[in-house]
């Protein structure tokens, strides 16, 4: 799943996708962050910071050299993210990445499988947002 907020926080956009023929959760996160900088691409976005939570793609992100056996998908998340004028990359523990990783949970949960962007923040997390953009 991904959120796009503004500068002060508030939800524009956010999306959520199922990927198929997985091996790995390592594989999983990179081909969700490669996915996220195609979609603010094909939006036209810039200047966007991509946080992810996951340690093994920070990992992979600073040395893609040591992505033994994922090195393509690793380096085509960085192709896609480099693409957009002013992008940048930050890891952040995942409490951080709530409201992302409340979708993304939603997505495993509840077998949505297919793919979807929407305006605003989903429905079901109005007061959550809420709360972390005036925060």
């Not at 962050?33 to 992810?52: N, R």
């Amino acid at each position: 799943a991904w959120v796009v907020r503004d500068a002060r926080g508030v939800v524009l956009l956010h999306s959520g996708r199922a990927f198929a023929n997985v091996s790995s959760l390592h594989q999983a996160n990179v081909m969700a962050l490669h996915w996220a900088a195609e979609s603010m691409s094909d939006l036209k976005l810039k200047k966007v910071v991509f946080e992810f939570s996951a340690l093994e793609v920070k990992k992979a992100m600073d040395h893609p050299l040591l992505c033994f056996g994922h090195f393509q998908s690793v380096s085509h998340a960085i192709s896609a993210i480099y693409s957009i004028r002013d992008a940048k990359n930050s890891y952040f523990t995942s409490s951080c990445n709530l409201i992302a990783n409340l979708i993304a949970v939603s997505v495993t949960r509840d077998q949505r499988y297919q793919s979807y962007v929407a305006r605003n923040g989903p429905a079901w997390l109005a007061t959550q947002i809420g709360q972390e953009a005036s925060a």
